[in-house]
């Protein structure tokens, strides 16, 4: 995934970093977990005080076996509830006291069938009686 982050940066703060994550969040029935996926820092945006900041970076989610985004509530006897989610974290570090903050933007992460992918067809019956020994 690209993705293109600008900053207006008006009182030329000094940005010192500017960390970004990708979070697995799920709660099923009374048990919940958060899973980081990736962390990393972005790295043209260190120590910078420029009024105006436009960085594009590619986000790689790994190539591990995530389920997709899911909510679901209900059950016949008993209530079942299950909510997994996923999050992009910017959290951004600046000059002074109290003053880095996060921002939390929900994605939607999705499958993809398997019809989709380049499978071969089989031989065609006319082939394999031409062909056979």
């Given at each position: 995934?690209?993705?293109?982050?600008?900053?207006?940066?008006?009182?030329?703060?000094?940005i010192?970093?500017?960390?970004?994550?990708?979070?697995?969040?799920?709660?099923?029935?009374?048990?919940?977990?958060?899973?980081?996926?990736?962390?990393?820092?972005?790295?043209?945006?260190?120590?910078?005080?420029?009024?105006f900041?436009?960085?594009?970076?590619?986000?790689?989610i790994?190539?591990?076996?995530?389920?997709p985004?899911?909510?679901?509530?209900g059950?016949?006897?008993?209530?079942?509830?299950?909510?997994?989610?996923?999050?992009?974290?910017?959290?951004?570090?600046?000059?002074?006291?109290?003053?880095?903050?996060?921002?939390?933007?929900?994605?939607?992460?999705?499958?993809?069938?398997?019809?989709?992918?380049?499978?071969?067809?089989?031989p065609?019956?006319?082939?394999?009686?031409?062909?056979?020994?």
């Open positions: 995934m690209v993705a293109t982050l600008e900053i207006e940066n008006r009182r030329n703060v000094l010192q970093c500017i960390n970004l994550s990708m979070t697995q969040l799920y709660d099923i029935g009374r048990n919940s977990r958060k899973i980081i996926i990736f962390d990393t820092v972005l790295p043209n945006i260190i120590n910078l005080r420029n009024e900041i436009r960085e594009t970076f590619s986000i790689l790994p190539n591990i076996r995530l389920p985004s899911y909510q679901f509530q059950g016949l006897q008993a209530s079942a509830n299950v909510h997994i989610h996923y999050t992009i974290r910017f959290t951004i570090k600046v000059e002074g006291i109290f003053t880095n903050f996060d921002i939390d933007i929900p994605i939607t992460l999705g499958t993809e069938s398997n019809s989709v992918l380049n499978h071969d067809s089989p065609s019956y006319n082939f394999v009686v031409s062909h056979a020994k």
